[in-house]
C-alpha cells in the first residue's frame, strides 16, 4: 500500500514535468535552445546566458536557468576565406544586429538547461549538431539533432512530509532520488533576413519516470514547438516584427504566445506579448559595449493565473564574436606577394 503511494506521488511528479517542457518568452532571441537546427542562422559565433523567474511571488515557484554556445563550424580545414564574419563594430557603443545569411553552412551547438519547480529539478545538457542548404538566393532551410544527458530529481532538504520519517518515502525515494537518462531533441528551420520558421520537437524518447526501483506509467511526453516570425520595415530606422510560438504535448492543452517587437536601427527593441489564459508581458532588448546584448522581460497575469500572484521575470545575456583579424600577418602576406620595390642607385656625378 505504502508502494502504491510512493508510485501516485511520482506520477504527479511525473504530469507535472512530462506535461510542460522548457516555456521562455524571448525564444526568438535564441532559437537555439529549442531548436538544433537554429544555430548558425548568422555568419557569428554566440554566447547566451540566462535566468527565467516564475510566479515570482510563490514559493517553489519555477526557474529556468539556461546557457547555450552556437555557431558555424567547418568539419573538413580549408585554405578559404574566414569561417565566421569579422565584425565591424570595435569601438562603437552600441552596434547593429548581423544580419541573416544565405550559403551552405554546418552547424554546431551545446545547451544547458536547468529547470527547478517546489523540490523537483531537472536538468539537460545536449550537443546540437545542423546543416543549413540554400533553397534559392533569398530563402535557406537547415535541420539539426540534439542528443544528450538529463536528470530528474528530488531535493529531500525541500521535502515536508506529512508524517515524519515516512518510511514508504525514505525506502522507495528518498535513498535513490535520482533518475539519469539519454535524450534528444530534433528541429527543421526556414528563414532569411526577414523570415523565421521553426519546428522542433523535444524529449523524443519519450522515457519513463523511474526513482530508486519504482518505475511508473508516467512518462517525459515529447514536445511539439512552433515558431514564427516576420520584420517588416518601417522607414529607414524602425522595424515591426510579429511573433507566433505554439507548444503542444499529449494530454494537455495547446499553448500559445502572440507577441510585437518594435526595432531601431537593429540596435534595440521593445515588445508587447500574451500567453493564452496566462499573462501579458512587456520587454526590451539592446546591443551595447561592442559585441555584448541584453534583453528581459516582465509578465503579469491574466485569468486564472492572476489571483495566485503572476509575475514573471526573464533575462537574458548574450555575446557575439566573429573573425578576428591579423593585421600584422596579412601585412606579411602582402609584400611576399607583392614585394616593395628597390630603391633605384642614383648615378654618381
Same mark, same amino acid.
Given at each position: 500500500?505504502?508502494?502504491?503511494?510512493?508510485?501516485?506521488?511520482?506520477?504527479?511528479?511525473?504530469?507535472?514535468?512530462? #506535461? #510542460?517542457?522548457?516555456?521562455?518568452?524571448?525564444?526568438?532571441?535564441?532559437?537555439?535552445?529549442?531548436?538544433?537546427?537554429?544555430?548558425?542562422?548568422?555568419?557569428?559565433?554566440?554566447?547566451?546566458?540566462g535566468n527565467r523567474l516564475q510566479y515570482a511571488g510563490i514559493d517553489g515557484?519555477?526557474?529556468?536557468?539556461?546557457?547555450?554556445?552556437?555557431?558555424?563550424?567547418?568539419?573538413?580545414?580549408?585554405?578559404?576565406?574566414?569561417?565566421?564574419?569579422?565584425?565591424?563594430?570595435?569601438?562603437?557603443?552600441?552596434?547593429?544586429?548581423?544580419? *541573416?545569411?544565405?550559403? %551552405?553552412?554546418?552547424?554546431?551547438?551545446?545547451?544547458?538547461?536547468?529547470?527547478?519547480?517546489?523540490?523537483?529539478? !531537472? /536538468?539537460?545538457?545536449?550537443? @546540437?549538431?545542423?546543416?543549413?542548404?540554400?533553397?534559392?538566393?533569398?530563402?535557406?532551410?537547415?535541420?539539426?539533432?540534439?542528443?544528450?544527458?538529463? &536528470?530528474?530529481?528530488?531535493?529531500?532538504?525541500?521535502?515536508?512530509?506529512? /508524517?515524519?520519517n515516512d518510511k514508504a518515502y525514505i525506502n522507495y525515494i528518498g535513498l535513490?532520488?535520482?533518475?539519469? %537518462?539519454?535524450?534528444?531533441?530534433?528541429?527543421?528551420?526556414?528563414?532569411?533576413? *526577414?523570415?523565421?520558421?521553426?519546428?522542433?520537437?523535444?524529449?523524443?524518447?519519450?522515457?519513463?519516470?523511474?526513482?530508486?526501483?519504482?518505475?511508473?506509467?508516467?512518462?517525459?511526453?515529447?514536445?511539439?514547438?512552433?515558431?514564427?516570425?516576420?520584420?517588416?520595415?518601417?522607414? #529607414? &530606422?524602425?522595424?515591426?516584427?510579429?511573433?507566433? #510560438?505554439? *507548444?503542444?504535448?499529449? @494530454?494537455?492543452?495547446?499553448? %500559445?504566445?502572440?507577441?510585437?517587437?518594435?526595432?531601431?536601427?537593429?540596435?534595440?527593441?521593445?515588445?508587447?506579448?500574451?500567453? !493564452?489564459?496566462?499573462?501579458?508581458?512587456?520587454?526590451?532588448?539592446?546591443?551595447?559595449?561592442?559585441?555584448?546584448?541584453?534583453?528581459?522581460?516582465?509578465?503579469?497575469? /491574466?485569468?486564472?493565473?492572476?489571483?495566485?500572484?503572476?509575475?514573471?521575470?526573464?533575462? *537574458?545575456?548574450?555575446?557575439?564574436?566573429?573573425?578576428?583579424? @591579423?593585421? @600584422?600577418?596579412?601585412?606579411?602576406?602582402?609584400?611576399?606577394?607583392?614585394?616593395?620595390?628597390?630603391?633605384?642607385?642614383?648615378?654618381?656625378?
Amino acid at each position: 500500500m505504502k508502494k502504491l503511494i510512493v508510485i501516485s506521488f511520482v506520477s504527479v511528479v511525473g504530469f507535472t514535468f512530462g #506535461q #510542460q517542457d522548457i516555456q521562455f518568452t524571448q525564444t526568438a532571441s535564441s532559437p537555439f535552445l529549442i531548436n538544433p537546427a537554429a544555430g548558425g542562422l548568422m555568419n557569428v559565433a554566440e554566447v547566451v546566458v540566462g535566468n527565467r523567474l516564475q510566479y515570482a511571488g510563490i514559493d517553489g515557484r519555477p526557474m529556468t536557468t539556461f546557457a547555450g554556445i552556437q555557431s558555424m563550424v567547418r568539419f573538413k580545414k580549408r585554405k578559404s576565406k574566414a569561417l565566421l564574419d569579422e565584425l565591424s563594430s570595435i569601438g562603437k557603443t552600441f552596434y547593429s544586429t548581423p544580419q *541573416r545569411t544565405i550559403a %551552405y553552412k554546418q552547424v554546431a551547438g551545446l545547451t544547458f538547461i536547468n529547470d527547478v519547480i517546489g523540490p523537483f529539478t !531537472r /536538468t539537460s545538457v545536449k550537443g @546540437n549538431i545542423g546543416v543549413h542548404i540554400p533553397l534559392s538566393q533569398k530563402l535557406s532551410a537547415g535541420i539539426g539533432l540534439g542528443v544528450g544527458w538529463s &536528470n530528474f530529481g528530488i531535493d529531500n532538504s525541500k521535502v515536508t512530509l506529512g /508524517t515524519a520519517n515516512d518510511k514508504a518515502y525514505i525506502n522507495y525515494i528518498g535513498l535513490a532520488s535520482a533518475q539519469n %537518462y539519454l535524450d534528444a531533441q530534433a528541429g527543421l528551420v526556414v528563414y532569411n533576413d *526577414r523570415l523565421l520558421i521553426s519546428l522542433s520537437g523535444s524529449q523524443l524518447f519519450n522515457n519513463k519516470i523511474r526513482l530508486s526501483d519504482v518505475t511508473t506509467s508516467s512518462t517525459f511526453q515529447p514536445h511539439l514547438f512552433f515558431l514564427g516570425s516576420y520584420r517588416f520595415d518601417l522607414g #529607414q &530606422n524602425y522595424g515591426l516584427e510579429p511573433i507566433v #510560438q505554439f *507548444r503542444s504535448v499529449k @494530454n494537455a492543452p495547446a499553448s %500559445y504566445d502572440v507577441a510585437m517587437r518594435l526595432h531601431y536601427m537593429r540596435m534595440g527593441w521593445v515588445s508587447l506579448s500574451y500567453r !493564452r489564459q496566462s499573462s501579458v508581458g512587456v520587454g526590451f532588448g539592446i546591443n551595447v559595449l561592442s559585441h555584448f546584448n541584453v534583453s528581459y522581460s516582465f509578465e503579469f497575469g /491574466t485569468g486564472v493565473t492572476e489571483k495566485f500572484g503572476n509575475t514573471s521575470h526573464e533575462i *537574458r545575456l548574450g555575446f557575439i564574436f566573429g573573425h578576428k583579424r @591579423n593585421l @600584422n600577418k596579412e601585412f606579411k602576406q602582402d609584400e611576399k606577394v607583392n614585394p616593395t620595390p628597390a630603391e633605384e642607385t642614383m648615378p654618381q656625378e
